[in-house]
């Protein structure tokens, strides 16, 4: 679904950087979610916005930042990369408007590697 | 706080056999619970969800509460059934997704 994209697709950087993965979607959604998936782990939570005003933690939220920069968008931070944070990340938006069992739509990923 | 669990993080079978993939949930409230897919090379996207009641590609899944359960089954796997599956989680009136650590399913022909 090329709604939800995704930049950069991979990214290699070294400890201690600072690094930006960003999110778009035109889907008019209100609401988006940033993931992160380990293998045994499934996908866990790190943030959450519900309208660009709306920031919230989620699960793991430690060593993460975010910015909701408008509804289409919103990025995520690693303020000082490490390479426990090496990992496959999954941005996803839904409407609110769709009440009991909205839908989550996922981004294609991006493959981050911290040496 | 709610959990998500997925007791199988394989689950290996032949063509035409049935499938059921295991998902336990613990939350005191009432929640809505989905069955999510990854195929390779695409990206997650819901499969169904208890609230539609609905089959989606054969599979159903049904609520459980007594059991605290949401097994997604099929009576006939197909080699396309081949993916990543993920049960989740998201309690009534709150805001976002739990997810279990997925089961991979593998159907051999």
């Known amino acids: 679904d090329a709604d939800v994209t995704q930049t950069p697709r991979n990214r290699i950087t070294k400890t201690g950087k600072r690094i930006m993965l960003e999110c778009s979607q035109t889907?008019?959604?209100?609401?988006m979610y940033w993931y992160r998936q380990d293998p045994g782990l499934g996908l866990r939570l790190i943030y959450y916005s519900f309208d660009v005003k709306d920031i919230n933690k989620g699960e793991i939220s430690d060593g993460y930042s975010v910015s909701r920069q408008a509804q289409a968008k919103f990025s995520l931070s690693l303020e000082s990369a490490i390479p426990n944070q090496t990992a496959l990340y999954f941005c996803?938006?839904?409407?609110?408007?769709?009440?009991?069992?909205?839908?989550?739509?996922f981004g294609p990923g991006t493959r981050l590697l911290v040496l | 706080a709610q959990r998500v669990t997925q007791p199988e993080k394989l689950l290996s079978v032949f063509k035409g056999a049935p499938v059921e993939l295991k998902c336990n949930y613990s939350?005191?409230?009432?929640?809505?619970l989905f069955w999510y897919v990854q195929y390779s090379r695409q990206r997650l996207q819901l499969l169904l969800r208890h609230i539609s009641r609905e089959s989606i590609k054969g599979f159903t899944a049904d609520l459980n509460k007594g059991e605290t359960s949401f097994h997604l089954k099929k009576p006939f796997a197909q080699e396309e059934d081949s993916a990543m599956y993920y049960c989740a989680l998201r309690p009534l009136g709150r805001r976002a997704l739990t997810f279990g650590s997925g089961t991979r399913l593998q159907v051999q022909p």
């Open positions: 939350y005191s409230g009432s929640p809505e």
């Open positions: 889907k008019g959604h209100d609401r």
């Open positions: 996803a938006t839904s409407d609110s408007g769709t009440g009991e069992g909205e839908t989550q739509y």
